[in-house]
């Protein structure tokens, strides 16, 4: 396992990457994006091995690449909190389903808030806040969200905050399930609007049967959060983020506000969250609190950290493997848990520092192993 | 809202509080040694309590030991019932710091990565009794609850005097059972040449490796005193409900981990302390509103109560906590 | 330098590799090439619900009673296969599997969903794609009363039917007048509850929540202290019903306690032990009485009496069948047989009305009583309409 991991190692493909020309790195970002825009239809062997519905009880491959997208759109959006800020969030869970309530909320004709809007304002019993205008909603939802819970809890150390996060989680949760008269209750909410579009055979365009156009719709939103993400990250804020992970006082006293940032930090991944759940809730239709357990925070920052914190690579790639792998081994069905966390422990304890590293993390991980070792050659 | 209901049973809510936050008390206790020693939050730990529950019923099953049996057979098989459950616990604990903890110590890995081998250890232990053990030998193992026979039948043992509260033997047990094992515990950390050693390592690692201390055995040493104070958790858990699940642990994990948070996670004192809080605060939720709405209470204060102390009550030094 | 040109040689041999492995062929991915067309007869039907998870143990017999009908199933012209998926009870889960469903036309019939949510959240793609579905256990009143689609049928009748049937039984043949009512917050025992609520009117004492996942009810015990009632209603699961009696009987209450469906299963007696002895369960199943048939051809295929539903996922099955033997062979044939259907089931006479709901005179409702840790029926109920 390890000499695998080291002959890997041994390619260097991160550094061939920086050092390759320009217009390659283009070509080759087109192409990848390309063949992301087309894998719905791969349908050629030997390559179509990777697809979810091969054998008989398979499930639809579109779907699945479409959660994978959403999960990876979750995952870039934790990544800014965890792998740049390098603060804990375990309830991550919270704004995802923020979001998606927002658009439930807002948007479904058969929602509370909706039908008292109706009889308030003599509105039609069709009317509904329109897809378009969901979409605002549910950013600034969970971008408040995240400010509320951030402000108050934002100045306390780490495994602190992690704990009232995941606090955070649960009371979404929760509150949603139970005030039946606002959210539904238990029962959720169904008529969830999907994105306006022109209707081809009698159905609209974002219909349940076509699920790779919902997964073009996710792939172009990862597209653009990735973007952002990457220019955030070289960005002054993304500098001020790197300081404060590595020694907040020292930041401090260079001048870099620290709570400033980190709330920054917090409102943005919210943000990205909500917006990750909003396309979940409206391909879906129905939103139930169920659907937002605290095993879904734990499995975000599973990502997060299996990919490499930090690195946005890598986290996509620990958000496509998490999600996708489970869907493919579908055959294995109740061992799937038990292997899951079986490969969550080896891949971390054979690499630490995450499948696909950002070079800084991998650099410190690296010296303090040295300063490890120096400390047991003491002892 | 009905605060008549708690108001006119407040002695009673409040001795059902301390019964349950007992019970978190005791887990609490192994989220709060580790944390002192290592700072890491050890996911794992709720599964340490679920392997002690499943112990117990081992133990009952072995001895045979069923409802209505005479006082003698009744105390030989707690006793060894709790025996067998402290010392499965703490194998377990120790099993988990080997296999996840230490190898990522070696490598000096951030403390985000010993989360997620926690939480994988976590999903391990609790699909082994799910699903691998099922596999092998069937029933009782798998995804349904499992009734775990009530050796000590429950009775009124006294009523106290003034207030007319009947309290029960089982309650009664807990409540001692926590107490007794608390001030063990406490008067180990801080009387005993290891317990200076633990307390040493939590309060500056470096210098007590020059002064002598053995960093290595001071964590294998929490880890077996968290876990066996989770085995004393699952067998008064299992006397007062008599069930066990492959995932009973993960509430009462988290529930644990609040209370080891809302005392001051690091300090023993703290953990008894936010234990029981935990626990009256949750009863008194369940009777002002319903039991739906206790965990978002539970999680209000502990907010509130960071807000105004970040450490939480008792601060956080388990080197620190001392008479 | 030597650099690129490797690089080079790299993207050389992968188009190259890529080009030459496109000519291999293409896979068979479902889509709809096989089965469907003309005479020829060869069918999928699809099963979905919780087959992992810890909720399987409700679903699971169901889809075994589905299989063995096919089993017996005694027709040579056709081919029909069972496929079973799991979606671990979660809507989100589901619906990948129903888009798959959906878009593979080999699939004629879908028994399910099993539980309320994942229905809800995947009866408008069956309805898209027009794939009659049947399901042995779904009981949430709006799948067919609020917001009916035409391929749903079920055969239990809705929590509306169920919650009068159980405030029937706690009246009538409990005779209690102050009957304490629990749900466990989710969409499964919360509407139930809130039925029987409606139903039992003054005769209900008070109403208490609480949690999937909790252990210790001692909140809701004093409160039962208190209201002194004569019976006990809880709609919700087995994992939070044992603990839950256990404490009752503990604290001395020593009324009847009755739960819904969601306690049926030869769990039930396991979990509750002693404490559960007399305890009565309300379930929509008729009992299988032990020299017929089914209950024999059942033990031998699958090593177990049938649990819950089994009966009435061998009726989905068989009204699935009998379109087939009746000439169907569209998704549009199968459908406008389930509708129009009457036949005598195993569990009652199956018909469906528009809404795609058993009429509530066919349907049995049946008390069982824990006895020594299994539930033996007791009384049929039957709720004035």
């Not at chain 1, 759940?277 to 920052?301: D, H, I, R, W």
């Not at chain 2, 307390?199 to 040493?221: C, H, Y």
């Not at chain 3, 049926?264 to 020299?291: L, Q, T, W």
Request: proline share 4%; with cysteine.
């Amino acid at each position: 396992m390890s000499q695998i991991l080291d002959s890997y190692r041994g390619l260097q493909l991160g550094n061939r990457w920086d050092r390759a020309p320009k217009w390659f790195r283009t070509v080759a970002l087109l192409l990848v994006v390309a063949f992301a825009f087309y894998l719905p239809f791969l349908n050629i062997l030997p390559f179509a091995y990777i697809r979810t519905d091969l054998n008989p009880t398979g499930s639809d491959w579109a779907s699945v690449l479409f959660l994978i997208v959403v999960y990876m759109i979750a995952a870039v959006g934790l990544n800014v909190v965890i792998g740049f800020a390098g603060l804990l969030d375990l309830g991550y869970v919270g704004f995802y389903a923020l979001g998606a309530y927002s658009v439930a909320l807002f948007g479904s004709p058969s929602s509370p808030v909706v039908q008292a809007l109706q009889s308030r304002f003599d509105l039609s019993e069709e009317w509904a806040v329109p897809f378009v205008m969901c979409i605002p909603i549910a950013i600034a939802m969970s971008l408040t969200a995240g400010v509320i819970l951030g402000a108050p809890t934002l100045r306390l150390r780490g495994d602190y905050l992690a704990i009232v996060t995941l606090g955070f989680g649960e009371i979404i949760r929760i509150t949603a399930r139970n005030l039946d008269n606002v959210t539904g209750g238990a029962a959720g909410i169904t008529q969830v609007p999907v994105p306006p579009g022109p209707e081809i055979d009698g159905r609209s365009f974002f219909n349940t049967i076509d699920a790779e156009r919902w997964y073009w719709l996710a792939l172009v939103i990862l597209i653009l959060i990735v973007w952002l993400a990457s220019r955030l990250e070289h960005s002054r804020v993304g500098r001020a983020w790197l300081a404060i992970r590595e020694d907040e006082d020292a930041a401090a006293v260079m001048g870099v506000a620290g709570f400033k940032f980190k709330l920054w930090a917090f409102a943005i991944g919210a943000s990205v969250g909500g917006l990750a759940g909003l396309l979940f809730g409206s391909k879906q239709q129905y939103v139930e609190p169920n659907a937002f357990m605290l095993n879904l925070s734990f499995l975000f920052v599973a990502m997060v950290v299996i990919g490499g914190s930090g690195n946005i690579v890598g986290v996509l790639v620990g958000a496509f493997l998490l999600t996708y792998l489970p869907e493919r081994f579908r055959e294995l069905q109740e061992w799937r848990p038990f292997a899951f966390g079986l490969a969550l422990v080896l891949v971390m304890v054979l690499r630490p520092q995450g499948l696909v590293p950002s070079r800084r993390r991998a650099a410190e991980i690296e010296d303090r192993r040295h300063e490890a070792e120096e400390a047991a050659a003491d002892a | 809202m009905d605060f008549d209901a708690l108001i006119n049973g407040l002695d009673r809510h409040t001795l059902d509080g301390i019964t349950r936050g007992s019970i978190y008390a005791l887990v609490a206790l192994g989220y709060t040694m580790v944390y002192g020693v290592m700072k890491l939050i050890n996911f794992a730990h709720s599964e340490v309590f679920m392997v002690g529950t499943w112990t117990v019923l081992g133990t009952y099953t072995v001895l045979g030991a069923t409802a209505g049996m005479g006082v003698g057979m009744v105390i030989a098989a707690t006793l060894l019932a709790l025996l067998a459950a402290m010392l499965a616990s703490a194998g377990t604990a120790l099993a988990v710091e080997r296999i996840a903890y230490r190898p990522l110590r070696k490598k000096g890995a951030p403390p985000l990565i010993f989360l997620i081998t926690g939480i994988g250890c976590s999903l391990v232990l609790v699909e082994t009794f799910g699903q691998v053990l099922r596999a092998f030998f069937g029933p009782p193992f798998g995804r349904v609850t499992v009734n775990i026979p009530s050796v000590i039948e429950t009775k009124v043992v006294f009523t106290i005097p003034g207030i007319d509260l009947p309290v029960t033997n089982t309650r009664l047990l807990i409540i001692i059972g926590a107490i007794v094992m608390m001030i063990a515990l406490d008067t180990f950390v801080n009387k005993s040449r290891l317990g200076r050693g633990v307390r040493a390592v939590a309060q500056d690692p470096d210098t007590a490796s020059l002064m002598g201390v053995n960093q290595e055995r001071v964590i294998m040493l929490v880890f077996v005193l968290g876990g066996a104070m989770a085995g004393v958790a699952a067998l008064l858990f299992t006397i007062q409900y008599d069930i066990t699940k492959f995932d009973i642990g993960f509430i009462i994990g988290i529930k644990a981990f609040t209370a080891a948070v809302l005392g001051g996670i690091g300090n023993l004192r703290g953990a008894l302390v936010g234990g029981l809080l935990l626990g009256v605060v949750e009863v008194y939720a369940s009777q002002i509103w319903d039991s739906s709405w206790t965990d978002v209470t539970a999680f209000i204060v502990l907010v509130l109560v960071l807000m105004f102390r970040p450490t939480g009550l008792l601060g956080e030094s388990l080197g620190k906590a001392r008479a | 330098m030597i650099r690129s040109s490797k690089t080079w040689q790299a993207v050389a041999f992968t188009a190259v590799a890529g080009l030459a492995l496109s000519a291999c062929g293409t896979t068979d991915t479902g889509g709809g090439s096989d089965g469907g067309g003309g005479d020829d007869c060869t069918f999928k039907i699809g099963a979905m619900g919780a087959l992992s998870g810890a909720n399987a143990s409700i679903v699971i017999p169901s889809v075994d009673g589905a299989e063995l009908a096919l089993d017996q199933w005694d027709n040579d012209e056709c081919d029909v296969t069972l496929e079973r998926f799991d979606t671990e009870g979660d809507p989100a889960k589901a619906t990948p599997v129903a888009t798959q469903i959906a878009g593979d036309e080999s699939f004629i019939g879908v028994i399910g969903g099993a539980f309320s949510g994942e229905t809800r959240a995947t009866k408008s793609i069956y309805q898209d794609g027009g794939v009659p579905m049947i399901s042995q256990s779904a009981t949430a009143t709006d799948l067919t009363q609020e917001d009916p689609v035409e391929v749903f049928h079920r055969l239990v009748p809705y929590d509306d039917y169920q919650g009068a049937a159980i405030a029937k039984y706690l009246t009538d043949e409990v005779g209690a007048s102050k009957v304490f009512v629990v749900d466990n917050s989710e969409a499964y025992g919360e509407p139930l509850a809130d039925r029987v609520e409606e139903t039992l009117g003054d005769a209900m004492v008070q109403r208490d929540k609480t949690q999937v996942g909790q252990t210790d009810f001692a909140p809701t015990i004093s409160k039962m202290e208190s209201a002194k009632p004569d019976a006990i209603f809880y709609g919700g699961y087995i994992a939070e019903a044992a603990p839950l009696l256990k404490q009752i009987r503990d604290a001395g209450i020593d009324v009847p306690f009755v739960g819904g469906d969601g306690l049926y299963g030869a769990d039930f007696g396991k979990a509750v032990g002693d404490a559960g002895e007399g305890a009565v369960v309300m379930c929509p199943c008729a009992p299988i009485e032990a020299d017929s048939t089914f209950a024999a051809d059942f033990e031998e295929a699958y090593g177990g009496a049938p649990g819950a539903y089994a009966a009435e996922g061998y009726d989905a099955m068989s009204v699935f069948l009998a379109a087939l033997d009746d000439g169907a062979r569209t998704r549009e044939d199968v459908l406008a047989f389930v509708n129009d259907y009457q036949g005598e089931g195993l569990s009652k006479d199956i018909a469906f009305d528009d809404n795609g709901d058993v009429p509530a005179e066919q349907v049995s409702y049946w008390a069982y009583k824990n006895e020594g840790g299994t539930l033996t029926p007791e009384v049929e109920v039957k709720p004035e309409s």
